[in-house]
């Protein structure tokens, strides 16, 4: 049990669809990301929140928007997907997001398809 | 803007054996770096951080070192066991980049009964 909680493990969707990716971190954490792991490449940060305020985006196309309710719940929706964004989108918590000294703890991830 | 590089990006070996994957990045300046387990289809465990101003860190059959000038670190696994198969991620996060994590593309390891 990490403390961190995904939904849907498994999700397929076509390209018109409209989804949504949902987080819950249950570590009392302050700080909550998204990231994107493709085959074959390294993981890439999408998005930061920190007390429900996002502090970072890197260039992420506008078919994903993230959601953060509250610290404890991060959500991603996705709408008019590509194919290239099938991947594993993994969600991570830590206590702070302002220094490295924070370690952080991974969902299981959701496991993207996109026909 | 940092890069971080994992050498082998495979590995098999038989049961018991000692082995060392390694990881390099090009930016020293550099606040922590973690060793990762990946199992297949699954989320990210934490095995190891070390702080920048530390050498190394143990756990168990698991040790990681880091030399912050030379950009490099290195884990060791004793006694493999074929439970270890998973992929091993390396990541660092920078001094002025806060939380941020980069993360190298990982070894795939398999060890054999």
């Known amino acids: 049990e990490t403390g961190v909680t995904q939904t849907p493990r498994h999700l397929v969707m076509g390209m018109t669809n409209k989804k949504s990716l949902k987080c819950e971190q249950h570590?009392?954490?302050?700080?909550m990301y998204w990231y994107k792991q493709s085959a074959k490449k390294p993981l890439e940060l999408m998005f930061v929140?920190?007390?429900?305020?996002?502090?970072e985006n890197n260039s992420v196309p506008s078919r994903f928007s993230p959601e953060c309710p509250n610290s404890s719940h991060l959500f991603l929706h996705l709408h008019t997907l590509q194919p290239e964004d099938s991947a594993l989108y993994l969600c991570?918590?830590?206590?702070?997001?302002?220094?490295?000294?924070?370690?952080?703890?991974f969902g299981p991830g959701t496991r993207l398809t996109v026909t | 803007k940092q890069e971080v590089t994992q050498i082998p990006a495979a590995l098999s070996v038989p049961e018991g054996e000692n082995l060392v994957l390694n990881c390099s990045f090009t930016?020293?300046?550099?606040?922590?770096l973690q060793w990762f387990r990946q199992d297949p289809g699954k989320g990210l465990t934490s095995l190891l951080l070390?702080?920048?101003?530390?050498r190394e860190q143990t756990s168990g059959r698991l040790n990681a070192s880091l030399d912050k000038s030379s950009g490099r670190s290195t884990l060791y696994i004793a006694a493999s066991q074929p439970g270890d198969s998973a992929t091993y991620l390396c990541?660092?996060?920078?001094?002025?980049?806060?939380?941020?994590?980069?993360f190298g593309e990982g070894t795939q390891l398999t060890v054999n009964p």
């Open positions: 930016d020293s300046a550099i606040y922590n």
């Open positions: 991570a918590s830590s206590l702070h997001h302002w220094t490295g000294s924070y370690e952080q703890y």
């Open positions: 990541a660092v996060s920078g001094e002025t980049s806060g939380s941020r994590l980069t």
């Open positions: 070390i702080q920048s101003s530390q």
């Open positions: 929140y920190s007390l429900e305020e996002r502090v």
């Open positions: 570590l009392g954490h302050n700080a």
